[in-house]
């Protein structure tokens, strides 16, 4: 599955989960940029038992990476971006960010 696969299929879920066509504008935006952050907070605080001398539940850790997933296509779809597109403008940005380091380093 590719994630603009996955991505379509977790707007179609949005919608069937709500009852109507998923929603547009600045409540689907919020709503998706704060779940997004949400699981952000549950990953963390599943890596933070490591801090304590505890082992990570790789099973639990990896469902909260998708449910994070989930919410961050979600996002994307709020402002009408393919995940596919966002990924790959992200490499190059990063790609760049590596380029110039080493360009200093030299």
């Not at 696969?5 to 179609?12: F, G, K, L, N, V």
């Not at 504008?25 to 490591?50: R, Y």
């Not at 909260?64 to 790959?88: K, N, R």
């Amino acid at each position: 599955m590719t994630l603009d696969d996955y991505a379509a299929w977790a707007i179609s879920v949005r919608a069937i989960r709500s009852g109507k066509a998923a929603e547009t504008g600045q409540s689907q935006l919020l709503f998706s940029a704060m779940s997004l952050a949400g699981e952000a907070g549950e990953i963390v605080d599943h890596v933070k038992t490591l801090l304590k001398g505890g082992d990570i539940d790789r099973q639990r850790l990896a469902a909260e990476l998708g449910d994070a997933i989930f919410h961050w296509s979600q996002l994307c779809a709020a402002i009408g971006t393919e995940p596919g597109e966002v990924l790959a403008d992200s490499r190059r940005i990063i790609e760049a960010r590596i380029a110039k380091q080493q360009r200093s380093e030299a």
